[in-house]
């Protein structure tokens, strides 16, 4: 290697060095540093969810059948962003208890993410994906909220959920139902 390489290398080296390590010491006591406590918790829910009625295949179904009777108990928490969708991550235990029979209670989990999106007055709109561990179902739920404040800081809120499911089986085809959900926010 030529002598005056050498000697351009190590003078590049030295100043990068003395960048590097010297000058951010300098700015950092310079610098005031701002620090932020920003809470990244919106809130928490929970409620009772009550299906309807569903159709699949052309075929409705509704409440008054014992084998389609279920009812839910969501809780969840939800999390800002930096604009005004909020995320939400909602869990779901689900019984289904065939009154009047000797059937065995069932009861499973429905996973629950979603994005809410805040309108006026109250209102929300949503959209969560839906994974019902132990049914073997997935999709989607499109929700609408109406949210009632109330003295302590909290919420009683009424939700008309729209369930779109498929599965169990590949040939089941889609299912659309329709519920209600009530519960409190805090």
Same mark, same amino acid.
């Given at each position: @290697?030529n002598k ?7 003078i590049?080296l030295?100043?990068g %060095?003395y @960048?590097?390590n010297f000058?951010?010491?300098?700015s950092q006591?310079?610098?005031a @540093? ?7 918790v919106a809130?928490y829910?929970f !409620?009772?969810v009550q299906?309807v !009625?569903?159709?699949n295949?052309?075929?409705?179904t509704?409440l008054?059948?014992y084998?389609?009777y ?8 939800t999390?800002k962003?930096?604009?005004? @969708? ?5 869990? /779901?235990?689900?019984?289904k208890p065939?009154?009047?029979?000797d059937?065995?209670?069932q /009861?499973?989990?429905?996973y629950?993410p979603?994005?809410?999106?805040p %309108?006026?007055?109250?209102w929300t709109?949503g959209l969560r %994906? ?10 989607f739920t499109p929700?609408?909220n109406k949210?009632?404040? %109330?003295?302590?800081?909290?919420s009683?809120f009424?939700e008309?959920?729209?369930?779109g499911r ?6 089941s085809g889609?299912t659309?139902l ?8 805090f």
């Amino acid at each position: @290697m030529n002598k005056s390489l050498k000697k351009f290398t190590g003078i590049l080296l030295f100043i990068g %060095l003395y @960048m590097f390590n010297f000058n951010p010491i300098h700015s950092q006591d310079s610098i005031a @540093m701002e620090k932020t406590n920003t809470q990244i918790v919106a809130g928490y829910h929970f !409620g009772v969810v009550q299906i309807v !009625g569903a159709v699949n295949n052309g075929e409705f179904t509704f409440l008054d059948k014992y084998n389609f009777y279920t009812i839910g108990f969501p809780f969840g928490v939800t999390f800002k962003t930096p604009c005004r @969708m909020l995320v939400d991550l909602e869990f /779901v235990p689900v019984i289904k208890p065939f009154a009047s029979t000797d059937i065995p209670y069932q /009861v499973h989990l429905l996973y629950h993410p979603g994005v809410l999106f805040p %309108l006026n007055k109250g209102w929300t709109f949503g959209l969560r %994906l839906a994974f019902e561990s132990g049914e073997g179902q997935f999709g989607f739920t499109p929700l609408l909220n109406k949210s009632f404040k %109330l003295k302590n800081n909290g919420s009683f809120f009424v939700e008309l959920v729209a369930p779109g499911r498929f599965g169990p089986a590949k040939d089941s085809g889609y299912t659309q139902l329709g519920g209600l959900h009530v519960g409190i926010g805090f």
